[in-house]
């Protein structure tokens, strides 16, 4: 336990340093990975934790972005900060509980092809229809400030990111240490033991879906004010599909593993089509990206997070902390 | 996946349709049988999702060794003389032969793998094993021989679907792409595990999406979904549920 927490303080703080060591590419790089970190850990919150796939979580990551551009003032003024996240961490919410309270009636399979259908409903909403701005998007010209904050600067930009990201991380590992969190860990192993010991699961998964599409659509206002343009692309099935290959690959249950997981997954693209190691061949960067995935899936059976103990374990020939280790499903 | 990449197999080697469609078929289960064996056979003590991020891994080696070594061009096929022919309907109307050949083939498929299914031991032994993988073991069936069995036997029928739709819809990098997510909504509203369900979810799907076209050309590509979500609140375990 010490040395996660030394890891993840350390790894903070060298983001916090990033700007400083590296030129504007990494930075931007960067700060587009920690966006994708903050929306994987809302998915954390859904699969790792209490248990429910959910395959249309960028639906909430859409709505959050295109909020930010259609709600913002149509003249040349700015919008306020906190106003404009409010209000995509609000919709997105709120989309997600409309969602949440119908898919929930389902279970397993059935639950994740649900918020699949829905994601795709609000995907062709954007793209069939003018209201959204169809294929090509919409581009915003005026970015959100506040005060001295001015998000057109990527310095400021940047640590804005950084400060969502930690706030997100602090505010998950601390709501999984609440009785509320205790709850959602608890339906995730059996779910029938829960409602047998008078717990009334469905307020708990509604709850905690509705709290991630928030969490996500706050992904969805970074992506959206830092690129300054949104596309239908980012409510699609690919990019929900990327997001939870990426908290597989990080390790599900541990809620550093979502960070881990974005950072690692996007890293390897990042290396993959890399011109400068690759030549000509970087236009080939999905067979390395899906023979590492492979290898990762073959190798490390609980993700990445658990390849240090693991590899404790195989220098000491001891087991360390069974209790961490994905508790059995039934079947 | 599959469904991908055995026109491309039926496109380079050219030749005569038939043959080349039972070639396809052979190797394909060969492929199937090796795909299990090497990369999903140690994952079923796992949790799912470590079998999607496999599949999802090799999705993106395959496409891209399709890539490498076949190039990215749309190839067409051609219908095989015997079928090229057109059945008149009444005067200005006709209807390909080749349509009905793909109907009546699939039809043909599906009462077989209804009565594999539902009449043989090999059945029984494939149902029950998706039940109760430990059981079925215990009672001396081997289990992994039957499950690289069923895999190889899922690859085949999707490299046929492939195959014998290559002729009307030519082959195109990232076919699978667009297919994919449609079997799966079809699968889901068919109830998972009922033949029944799948045939009738998919001539749902089918005519939903072609008279959406037709009828409501804004709304055509949200209309299947609209369908699967409200069926999965009607039914929560789909049309026909096992």
């Keep these: ?331 | 996946m599959a469904y991908a990449l055995a026109p491309f197999v039926s496109a380079s080697f050219g030749g005569e349709f038939f043959s080349v469609l039972v070639l396809g078929l052979v190797l394909s289960v060969i492929l199937g049988y090796l795909l299990e064996w090497l990369f999903f056979s140690y994952l079923y003590k796992r949790e799912h999702l470590q079998q999607v991020l496999m599949t999802y891994g090799l999705i993106l080696v395959f496409e891209e060794l399709r890539s490498l070594l076949i190039g990215d061009d749309v190839h067409g096929v051609n219908i095989p003389p015997i079928l090229d022919v057109s059945i008149p309907l009444n005067d200005m109307m006709t209807y390909p032969l080749y349509r009905i050949f793909i109907s009546s083939v699939c039809l043909l498929l599906c009462i077989g793998m209804w009565f594999v299914f539902t009449r043989t031991r090999l059945g029984m032994m494939i149902r029950a094993g998706s039940t109760n993988r430990e059981m079925v073991q215990s009672l001396g069936i081997d289990i992994t021989l039957l499950y690289r069995v069923v895999f190889a036997a899922g690859v085949a029928l999707a490299a046929f679907a492939g195959m014998i739709s290559a002729p009307i819809s030519s082959v195109y990098p990232g076919m699978g792409d667009g297919v994919l997510i449609v079997c799966f909504v079809i699968v889901i509203i068919g109830g998972v595990g009922s033949i029944k369900g799948a045939m009738m979810a998919a001539l749902l799907i089918g005519l939903v999406d072609t008279f959406g076209k037709l009828l409501l050309p804004q709304v055509a590509g949200v209309l299947v979904y609209v369908l699967m979500a409200l069926i999965l609140l009607w039914r929560p375990r789909g049309l026909f549920k096992v």
């Design chain 1, 1 to 331: 336990m010490r040395y996660q927490k030394l890891f993840i303080a350390l790894a903070f703080g060298l983001l916090a340093f990033w700007p400083f060591i590296s030129g504007s590419y990494g930075t931007d790089l960067v700060s587009k990975i920690m966006i994708y970190a903050l929306f994987a850990l809302s998915l954390e919150l859904l699969v790792g934790t209490t248990g429910l796939v959910c395959f249309g979580q960028a639906a909430f990551f859409g709505i959050g972005a295109y909020s930010v551009v259609l709600l913002s003032p149509s003249d040349t003024s700015a919008s306020v900060i906190w106003i404009s996240l409010a209000e995509a961490i609000l919709l997105a919410g709120v989309f997600a509980l409309l969602v949440g309270s119908l898919a929930l009636r389902t279970q397993g399979i059935y639950f994740i092809m649900v918020t699949l259908a829905f994601s795709q409903m609000a995907y062709y909403v954007i793209h069939d229809t003018p209201f959204g701005g169809g294929t090509d998007g919409i581009y915003m010209y005026v970015k959100p400030s506040w005060g001295v904050i001015d998000l057109d600067k990527p310095a400021h930009m940047y640590g804005f990111i950084w400060v969502s990201l930690l706030a997100g991380f602090l505010f998950l590992s601390q709501l999984l240490r609440s009785p509320f969190g205790r709850a959602l860990a608890g339906i995730k192993v059996n779910e029938q033991r829960m409602i047998a010991s008078g717990f009334s699961v469905y307020p708990y998964k509604l709850a905690a879906f509705s709290l991630s599409g928030a969490l996500a659509g706050w992904a969805g206002y970074l992506f959206a004010v830092k690129d300054g343009f949104v596309n239908p692309e980012l409510l699609g099935w690919h990019l929900s599909g990327t997001v939870l290959v990426m908290i597989i690959l990080g390790g599900l249950g541990h809620i550093r593993g979502a960070i881990v997981g974005a950072f690692a997954f996007a890293l390897l693209q990042e290396f993959f089509q890399s011109e400068i190691v690759f030549g000509t061949f970087a236009k080939h960067w999905h067979l390395g990206l899906g023979l590492t995935i492979i290898a990762c899936v073959a190798f490390m059976p609980n993700g990445l997070v658990t390849v240090p103990r693991q590899f404790m374990e195989r220098l000491s020939g001891r087991s360390f902390n069974k209790s961490s280790q994905p508790l059995g499903e039934q079947s």
